[in-house]
């Protein structure tokens, strides 16, 4: 079993529509989750972190972690074709060392 | 400031032969980590160097891999010998300290292909 798991997708919805991407995690020491976001053939750029439990919200992003579950999330509101993209969860424990998972592809149909 | 620059974009090499791949941090940044993507995979943590020293390189293979960032110039993965398993996607992160939870970013890559 992976540390971090993430449905590969590809997820395609269309263009407005809330988007709902997904993590769990086995380790119960991570403390910091970070979602990034991959453009083809480009580096991950980091689009929000969250410590510890909670929800943090960034414009039409919002990220959530339920330490309970084991389980995070990451919703896009009015979702644009620009936001077609691998998204990428990252999870620490409190250094350098980040556990991922493999990615969504998501595809925003205009 | 032009960003974490990573050179070259793409590689070739031929079974056996050496590939060096550099990776210049942000301006500012002391910090520097190696990542390897295999398609459809996350990234894997390599090493993490800072100037001068190797501060951890538990994620990387004990054979023909090696890395280093000088005090002078950008870091460099060096893989000796490569194999048709080392073709991937390599990405570097530079950080202004040793963390990459909350001011990470990353280079472009560079895709290794070994034929």
């Known amino acids: 079993q992976k540390e971090v798991e993430q449905d590969p997708g590809p997820l395609s919805v269309p263009e407005g529509a809330i988007v709902s991407l997904n993590c769990t995690y086995s380790n119960s020491a991570f403390q910091y989750f970070m979602w990034y976001r991959q453009y083809s053939r480009k580096g991950p750029e980091l689009l929000m972190y969250?410590?510890s439990s909670g929800n943090k919200e960034d414009g039409r992003f919002t990220a959530q972690v339920d330490k309970s579950s084991k389980y995070i999330s990451l919703f896009i509101r009015d979702s644009q074709p620009s936001d077609s993209a691998t998204y990428l969860c990252?999870?620490?424990?409190?250094?350098?060392?980040?556990?991922w998972g493999a990615g969504t592809k998501l595809i925003i149909k205009p | 400031n032009a960003g974490v620059m990573q050179n070259p974009r793409h590689l070739v090499r031929r079974r056996g032969q050496e590939a060096r791949l550099r990776c210049s941090p942000m301006k500012g940044h002391s910090h520097v980590y190696w990542y390897r993507q295999l398609p459809e995979e996350g990234l894997k943590f390599m090493v993490y160097?800072?100037?001068?020293?190797?501060?951890?390189e538990s994620g990387m293979p004990k054979e023909r891999f090696s890395a280093e960032f000088p005090k002078e110039g950008p870091s460099i993965l060096r893989i000796q010998q490569v194999v048709r398993g080392d073709s991937a996607a390599y990405f570097c992160a530079s950080s202004p300290a040793p963390s990459l939870n909350t001011e990470a970013f990353f280079g472009q890559g560079t895709r290794l292909t070994v034929v």
């Open positions: 969250t410590y």
């Open positions: 990252a999870m620490s424990e409190g250094n350098y060392q980040l556990i």
């Open positions: 160097l800072q100037k001068e020293n190797i501060i951890d």
